[in-house]
């Protein structure tokens, strides 16, 4: 009789650990949706912060003086820009080289500026002309020497604070953005985002 009544509390043992488990259970779901839709999954930094951020950074830029005071001092000619480090002094993984994609599409998108390559772009490049040099034609060769210098850079960071009380978080963001004049070293702009998410964390009582 004892044998029975184990038997018997062991299969529904079972039976509600299978049952937990069934319910638990998952079915993965995938929806495509469009690239530019706002979805705040964890509350970090995600593309759409990488997005309306360098958007909202270049306009702010090319509105100010310092476009209009090239334009005068160079003829009517576009300034050329080259976006250098953009460091991550936040608490949390930030995809740096997109943020700087996003910020030179802006710049060329707006018409306004040109955009040179960065530093390890320029590596690659000279490294092709080298190669055209011994392999490609002589009406093909694309000659050293020819490259735009640029006339400024841009740097900047991201920087994060995190205040945390049971179950809500506040993060919030800031991006410092300068574009520096590279012949004297001037700061001619000066730009600045800041960004502030709650995160309400639910418990789940049984």
């Not at 690239?35 to 958007?55: F, H, K, P």
């Not at 960065?118 to 093909?140: G, H, P």
């Not at 702009?189 to 502030?196: A, F, S």
Request: charged content about 25%.
């Amino acid at each position: 009789m004892k044998q029975t009544k184990t038997s018997y509390w062991s299969i529904m043992s079972s039976l509600v650990v299978l049952i937990i488990c069934v319910a638990c259970s998952s079915k993965k779901i995938v929806e495509r949706i469009e690239a530019d839709t706002t979805i705040d999954l964890s509350g970090r930094w995600n593309d759409t912060d990488s997005r309306q951020v360098s958007e909202a950074m270049i306009i702010d830029c090319l509105n100010h003086s310092w476009i209009t005071n090239h334009s005068t001092n160079s003829g009517g000619k576009k300034p050329v820009v080259i976006v250098g480090a953009i460091r991550n002094r936040s608490m949390e993984h930030v995809a740096i080289s997109a943020f700087i994609n996003d910020i030179e599409r802006a710049f060329i998108n707006s018409g306004r500026v040109s955009i040179v390559a960065s530093a390890t772009e320029r590596d690659e490049i000279r490294a092709e002309k080298e190669d055209q040099r011994v392999y490609s034609s002589l009406k093909t060769i694309k000659e050293m020497g020819l490259e735009y210098g640029a006339d400024y850079m841009m740097t900047g960071e991201i920087n994060s604070i995190e205040d945390r009380e049971g179950g809500t978080q506040i993060t919030y963001y800031q991006v410092d953005l300068a574009l520096t004049n590279i012949e004297t070293n001037e700061k001619i702009w000066l730009g600045q985002k800041k960004i502030k998410k709650i995160i309400e964390r639910k418990r789940i009582s049984f």
